[in-house]
């Protein structure tokens, strides 16, 4: 079995260097960039398994880097997990409703961020056994990472096209937050609800009137509509 590669974009390099010398222990193959530019050409070039960003980098942001990730449908499937400081930059990564599937605030440790890259990897590498389900005007086919609505495409990342499923399969039923973080994101963590809301909120701007099918359920979490 081929390794999965990994792109560090991180500017600070002995950070950069730690990040890939545990992942490399772990067995994984890596590639590094230390600005925006660099590693969103190396995104698109290489096409990783998954990729660590910095939010603070030179020449080009990670928000940047992620809007453009998300432009081209090649790039908007590769997970991304956003490396930020503490405080304000926690904020914008939530508050920016960006592409990210998940962050991981510095300093951070090791095992949570090794346990992170394999919860995405994992939930990945699974995509392709799953049948393909419709709902409304909604069609979902795991295999190909595709979504329509009617009969145009979306472009979802890694994380909606799992929440959208998600829902889907469950359609009729409420998931609260917490299900929905074990079940899209593979693992639970405190102060996440806010996250599933921000995904929610992303997924249903991009499905348009088709969005109206997944339903707030207040105080408890969502629901697709049957
Ligand atoms: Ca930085």
């Given at each position: 079995m081929s390794k999965d590669t990994i792109l560090v974009v991180e500017d600070?390099?002995?950070i950069r260097q730690l990040l890939v010398f545990h992942l490399e222990r772990e067995?994984?193959?890596?590639?590094?960039?230390?600005?925006?530019?660099t590693g969103l050409a190396l995104a698109r070039s290489r096409e990783p398994a998954l990729m660590l960003l910095d939010v603070m980098?030179?020449?080009?942001?990670?928000?940047a880097v992620c809007k453009e990730l998300e432009r081209d449908p090649k790039t908007a499937s590769?997970?991304?997990?956003?490396?930020?400081?503490?405080?304000?930059?926690v904020d914008r990564v939530l508050g920016l409703e960006l592409g990210a599937d998940d962050y991981v605030v510095k300093p951070f440790s090791a095992r949570e961020?090794?346990?992170?890259?394999?919860?995405?990897?994992?939930?990945?590498?699974?995509?392709?056994?799953?049948?393909s389900l419709a709902r409304g005007s909604i069609h979902l086919d795991p295999a190909g990472h595709r979504t329509?609505?009617?009969?145009?495409e979306v472009d979802l990342t890694a994380t909606e096209f799992r929440l959208l499923e998600d829902l889907m399969r469950n359609a009729g039923r409420v998931r609260?937050?917490?299900?929905?973080?074990?079940?899209?994101?593979?693992?639970q963590f405190e102060g996440y609800a806010r996250t599933v809301d921000t995904h929610v909120r992303r997924l249903r701007a991009k499905l348009g009137e088709a969005g109206d099918l997944i339903e707030t359920v207040r105080g408890v979490g969502y629901r697709c509509k049957e």
């Open positions: 600070e390099e002995d067995g994984y193959a890596t590639l590094e960039a230390a600005d925006g530019k980098l030179p020449v080009m942001d990670g928000f590769i997970p991304v997990i956003m490396l930020t400081a503490r405080g304000e930059e961020l090794l346990l992170r890259v394999r919860a995405i990897l994992r939930r990945q590498r699974s995509t392709g056994d799953r049948p329509r609505v009617a009969e145009r609260t937050r917490e299900q929905l973080l074990n079940g899209v994101w593979g693992y």
